[in-house]
């Protein structure tokens, strides 16, 4: 750990500058381990640990950041010294007296992933990846990738406060390539989380690689999908990319802020069905999205965004709070100390409703149920979106009836929140490193089964 001594040091000279309104230092340790495997052979195995820290001063709504990767006492002051230079020099001074908050939420990890073999880890990937291959004639290409990251934080501010967590990412990732012909598909499947290596007891490995080939193998014989306006079922096993991207974005501050949201100034308005409850939560053990303190020291917290269809909060960092005259909401999240905090989402899901999910599809004769999303892209001013399915299939009488490739759905983010009409039982996450201002942070989303009734899919005509 940076000695406490040196942080409040750097922040007291850093303090001298004049109108100076917040400052704070994140120093960060980390270390990682990824390996890649690929037709058989490790294509890649890197290890690294990097280690620095970040100075900001807020002033007058704007910020200036300085970062170095030297934890000295010279590198400190030297970043202290700078950005004073910058905002001038002031005449009062600050003595101030760390005090070490105590987190408002706690996980546990039970295996430390530095703690497992090198060998073990590449052991593993390798029977993954020969279970998808083997799973099919038709399977072409597997890639599996192991990643484990474990980063300590130390967050220091003005306000008086000295926050510290520690952070351990474990995920892995497998995509087949299957070939009928001219026919090519793909099948993806990713695990996990805040974990150690115990994710892979809930998870293992083996299995997440024969989900992605059954996928892949399917979707060679699944027909084009039809395009055209029809009610549209997602499943809780799609995860919360729509929740995420279609609505999670404008309710950040700092887009809300600059009139790039469509929920700019809807705050207390309906914006959504009354079954409708939107949260980002960052204090769900395990999850992706998930800490003790953000990058900012706030603690981690549960932020009600939308309840009974009405607009009842955004997320914040600490600069946008000072700007709307609020209270940062746990949302000041950063890729690592070379970058400056920003508004980002955590764990942001569709709250679970009362309608068993099954009872969701009996009710749909026809239509489009999607078991697994893709990619997509959202106009956060508008709200208008475009996403790939990834495994959909048509509905029948009000069941899951022959699968179905190529299909697209395309609407309006608050349109749809509006137009849901049924609202499932139960909840699945997704997970993934969401980028914004060229900065990545690991993301869970989720939701419910849900049911669109009208729907644009874009397919065979």
């Known amino acids: 750990m940076t000695d406490t001594g040196l942080m409040k040091e750097t922040l007291e000279a850093l303090l001298t500058a004049r109108g100076i309104d917040y400052a704070d230092i994140y120093v960060e340790t980390s270390r990682s381990t990824s390996i890649q495997i690929e037709d058989s052979k490790v294509e890649k195995l890197l290890e690294g640990t990097d280690s620095g ?11 200036s950041y300085a970062y170095t990767n030297e934890l000295t ?3 400190f002051l030297q970043m202290a010294s700078g950005l004073k230079a910058a905002a001038g020099e002031g005449n009062s001074s600050k003595d101030l007296d760390l005090t070490r908050r105590a987190p408002t939420s706690e996980y546990t990890i039970k295996t430390d992933p ?28 597997v890639s599996v990738t192991y990643r484990e990251t474990a980063q300590r934080v130390q967050i220091a501010s003005s306000e008086g406060f000295l926050a510290v967590d520690d952070r351990i990412q474990t995920i892995f990732l497998v995509n ?23 994710i892979f007891d809930e998870a293992p490995a083996v299995e997440a690689a024969l989900k992605a080939a059954k996928k892949a193998v399917m979707m060679l014989k699944a027909r084009r999908a039809p395009g055209g306006r029809m009610p549209v079922v997602i499943s809780s096993q799609a995860g919360g990319t729509m929740i995420h991207e279609a609505v999670g974005h404008g309710l950040e501050a700092d887009l809300s802020q600059q009139g790039l949201s469509i929920y700019s100034d809807k705050l207390g308005q309906k914006i959504a069905a009354d079954i409708i409850c939107v949260v980002d939560d960052a204090t769900i053990p395990g999850k992706r999205g998930s800490f003790r303190f953000d990058d900012e020291g706030t603690p981690a917290r549960r932020n009600v965004l ?23 909401t746990g949302n000041g999240r950063r890729q690592s100390y070379r970058y ?6 955590t764990n942001t899901m569709i709250s679970p409703g009362n309608t068993p999910a099954d009872e969701i599809l009996k009710n ?27 495994e959909g299939y048509l509905i029948e009488n009000g069941q899951a009836g022959p699968p179905v490739r190529g299909a697209t759905l395309a609407g309006n983010g608050p349109r749809v929140l509006m137009d849901i009409d049924m609202v499932g039982a139960d909840l699945g996450f997704s997970i993934g490193t969401c980028g914004k ?18 729907l644009v899919v874009g397919g065979e005509s």
Not at 53 to 63: D, H, N, Q, S
Not at 118 to 141: C, F, T
Not at 364 to 390: A, S
Not at 437 to 453: C, K, L
């Open 340 to 345: 400056r905090p920003i508004p980002r989402m």
């Open 364 to 390: 749909t004769p026809k239509g489009l149920f999607v078991k697994k999303m893709g990619g997509g892209q959202v106009n956060t001013l508008t709200g208008d979106f475009v996403f790939d399915v990834q």
């Open 437 to 454: 201002d060229s900065q990545g942070v690991p993301v869970s989303d989720a939701q419910p089964t849900i049911r669109v009734p009208e």
């Open 114 to 141: 530095v703690l497992i073999p090198l060998g073990k880890k590449v052991s593993m990937l390798k029977e993954a990846e020969r279970a998808a291959r083997g799973y099919h004639s038709s399977i072409k290409q």
């Open 306 to 328: 939308v309840k009974d269809g009405v607009l009842t909060g955004f997320m914040y960092d600490r600069l946008s709070a000072m700007k709307a005259g609020a209270s940062p």
């Open 176 to 198: 087949v390539i299957a070939r009928d012909g001219e026919v090519v598909q793909t099948g993806y499947e990713p695990i996990g989380g805040a974990m150690g290596f115990e």
């Open 53 to 63: 820290a970040g100075l900001r001063l807020i002033r007058e709504g704007k910020t």
């Open 73 to 75: 006492k010279k590198a």
